[in-house]
């Protein structure tokens, strides 16, 4: 076995980051994953801000369901005030992390909340 999941992931994580980045006309929505919760944000990379950030452990935030349902609902949640922001374009970042389950099912709330990627 060659590294653990976590090496593996950051090793994928840097080969995706090579190739992108945000822009102030296109931010990039980036996507963190846990065991417990979910956490998405919209950061222009080249001033290097936040421009908007949900999660699922917020105090704001409040659904119920499993884990995938939550995600859509973080990803809804994040577009609101993305596009509140006058943000409608992103670059979607799964920052390492297969494009399957949850993180498939924020990008699925983001799309639905507003924001094209």
């Given at each position: 076995?060659?590294?653990?999941?976590?090496?593996?992931?950051?090793?994928?994580?840097?080969?995706?980051?090579?190739?992108?980045?945000?822009?102030?006309?296109?931010?990039?929505?980036?996507?963190?994953?846990?065991?417990?919760?979910?956490?998405a944000?919209?950061?222009?990379?080249?001033?290097?801000?936040?421009l908007?950030?949900?999660?699922?452990?917020?105090?704001?935030?409040v659904?119920?369901?499993?884990?995938?349902?939550?995600?859509?609902?973080?990803?809804?949640?994040?577009?609101?005030?993305?596009?509140?922001?006058?943000i409608?374009?992103?670059?979607?970042?799964?920052?390492?992390?297969?494009?399957h389950?949850?993180?498939?099912?924020l990008?699925?709330?983001?799309?639905e909340?507003?924001?094209?990627?």
């Amino acid at each position: 076995m060659a590294g653990s999941k976590t090496s593996r992931r950051e090793r994928i994580k840097q080969g995706i980051r090579k190739n992108l980045a945000g822009t102030t006309e296109r931010p990039r929505l980036s996507v963190f994953r846990s065991n417990k919760g979910i956490y998405a944000q919209v950061i222009d990379d080249t001033t290097g801000k936040t421009l908007a950030a949900a999660s699922s452990l917020s105090k704001d935030f409040v659904a119920s369901g499993n884990k995938v349902e939550q995600s859509k609902a973080v990803g809804k949640l994040v577009a609101e005030k993305a596009v509140a922001a006058g943000i409608s374009k992103v670059v979607f970042d799964r920052n390492g992390y297969l494009y399957h389950g949850r993180v498939k099912s924020l990008a699925e709330g983001a799309r639905e909340g507003g924001l094209d990627f």
